[in-house]
């Protein structure tokens, strides 16, 4: 049963959370009570997730049965029940409320507004087409301002704006493999909007998206406002490492029937594992040069 319940907070989704961490970074806040406090909106974004996952499982149990891989999922096999997770859901909610409350109202507010998107997005918005993943965008929007605003840090309106470029690849990337998927079971689509993508609509979409983030974080590295803030001119050096992990990404959906889970995409695979990493530390470096 505790592996069960583990299951269905899904832990390994975390690392989408690492959003809010974005601000910390780029803004070299790393005094001990910055970091703290960025800690902190990790940990409560982590928890508020997994209470919207519970939800959209108990939602979507009846179409998870259907689906030749969220069957197995512990609610949609019946290994947990809708009470036991219902219970979970509230305790999850609890512990995010809570840390949110203990550094300002503005997190509390951006963790509540991340919560009642989800609930629109679990009974209705998922199944507009095209708006659905402008949705789950916005949820990757709402950890990046908690983690700058909700932390009074300014965010650049070039990071923004490639947070959302990648958040709507991300989401375009995530419906391509679901048709894939479908393709490949033979199933009919449990998931009512996959009727209104075609391949070829989602690979223009995954296109123009994955262009526009590279343009949008080229842009914000040779940036001005950039280059002056951080008094340093190398942050130009990761761009070959954002576009190798993009391209990566690609070979992974079309090559490897990848891209239904990004964070199980990030871990299973090495490239972009190592890339991730090696990104990292090049922006730390730079920052620091």
């Not at 583990?6 to 803004?27: A, D, E, M």
């Not at 008094?231 to 959906?253: A, C, D, E, H, N």
């Amino acid at each position: 049963m505790l592996a069960d319940s583990i299951k269905l907070l899904r832990p390994h989704q975390y690392v989408k959370n690492g959003f809010v961490l974005i601000g910390t970074l780029f803004s070299q806040q790393w005094d001990q009570n910055a970091i703290g406090q960025a800690v902190t909106l990790f940990i409560a974004f982590c928890a508020i997730s997994s209470a919207v996952y519970i939800l959209n499982d108990i939602f979507d149990s009846a179409a998870d049965r259907l689906h030749p891989v969220k069957c197995h999922r512990p609610i949609a096999s019946g290994v947990i029940s809708r009470a036991r997770a219902t219970l979970l859901l509230l305790l999850m909610m609890c512990i995010s409320v809570s840390l949110s409350i203990s550094i300002n109202n503005y997190v509390l507010l951006f963790i509540a507004g991340y919560f009642v998107l989800n609930v629109f997005y679990s009974v209705y918005l998922k199944h507009i087409v095209i708006l659905d993943v402008f949705v789950i965008a916005t949820g990757f929007m709402l950890r990046l301002l908690a983690g700058t605003t909700g932390l009074d840090i300014e965010p650049s309106h070039w990071l923004l704006l490639c947070g959302l470029m990648v958040t709507l690849f991300l989401g375009f990337a995530k419906r391509r493999a679901e048709l894939l998927t479908l393709e490949k079971s033979g199933s009919d689509s449990s998931r009512k909007v996959l009727s209104d993508y075609s391949p070829i609509l989602l690979e223009l979409m995954l296109g123009i998206t994955a262009a526009c983030t590279i343009l949008s974080y080229g842009l914000y590295t040779v940036s001005p406002q950039t280059q002056a803030l951080h008094q340093s001119q190398w942050l130009i050096l990761t761009l070959p490492l954002v576009m190798y992990g993009m391209f990566r990404y690609l070979y992974l959906l079309f090559g490897e029937q990848a891209g239904s889970d990004t964070a199980q995409d990030i871990f299973t695979d090495r490239h972009l594992l190592i890339t991730a990493l090696l990104w990292l530390l090049l922006v730390i470096w730079s920052l620091q040069s």
